[in-house]
């Protein structure tokens, strides 16, 4: 599965972006649609994740309640909504898809059981 990006750019803390991931066939192998992002220096990061058969979306700490994970299923796409961005949100942000089939919760943000990536975009937030 191809996971193909838009959205990103440059905003002012504060601000809001969307950025969305329209995966390129049927996603009815996929059972995880996630969120990552990578700062210079650091490792890559879950952000958030969503269960595409049902269940709770899962959110790193550092973002809940600021940003919001959505798919719409009839069009194979996935959303993230980010709102009161920080300086510290500033990465590369990557959509990913996992045909893992269910893992506890904390494993959903973790890239080892990820196996198909979109290219990133980049989100610069600045102060």
């Known amino acids: 599965v191809q996971m193909v990006k838009s959205g990103g750019g440059s905003v002012q803390a504060g601000g809001s972006l969307r950025l969305s991931c329209a995966a390129s066939?049927?996603?009815?192998?996929?059972?995880?649609m996630a969120w990552f992002r990578q700062a210079p220096g650091k490792e890559r990061e879950g952000v958030a994740s969503i269960p595409t058969r049902g269940g709770p979306e899962i959110y790193a700490d550092s973002v809940k309640g600021r940003f919001n994970i959505s798919r719409d299923s009839a069009q194979n796409t996935l959303f993230l909504q980010m709102s009161s961005l920080r300086p510290e949100d500033t990465a590369m942000y990557y959509c990913a898809a996992a045909a893992s089939g269910w893992v506890p919760p904390p494993a959903a943000l973790s890239t080892e059981i990820y196996n198909d990536w979109g290219q990133g975009t980049q989100v610069t937030v600045s102060s």
């Open positions: 066939e049927n996603t009815r192998n996929i059972y995880y």
